[in-house]
């Protein structure tokens, strides 16, 4: 079960998508008609990492990996997304938790 709010990680691409909630989750994946990529994944407030894919009919569906991302992982793609965004100091990005982390990718630092 997911632990919202979280973030998707689109593979190849630094930028990340903040999710408030499951309602946001399928108003967004609707605008990916074509689905997600197969490595494209969905990290959640506590590091749960979730694949968008359903391998059995490729619908567009939250499902668990069994994997999880560290607190210094999910810092690392914080900051190659501010990064994309132009912002200055990425270098001295550092946060408490997997859920701060989550929420400030909700609005540029």
Known sequence: MVV???MVKFDGDPELDYLADEIE??????????GYQEDDVLIDSV??????N??????????????NSTLEEV???????????????????GFDSILV???SIKSPL
């Open 4 to 6: 919202w709010p979280a």
């Open 25 to 34: 989750w399928k108003r967004e994946s609707e605008l990916h008609y074509l």
């Open 47 to 52: 590091g749960s990492i979730f694949t968008l």
């Open 54 to 67: 359903d391998p059995k009919d490729n619908s567009t569906k939250i499902m668990p990996t069994n994997k």
């Open 75 to 93: 810092i690392e793609l914080v900051k190659a997304h501010e990064s994309s965004l132009g912002s200055c100091c990425v270098a001295k990005i």
């Open 101 to 103: 982390a989550v929420n």
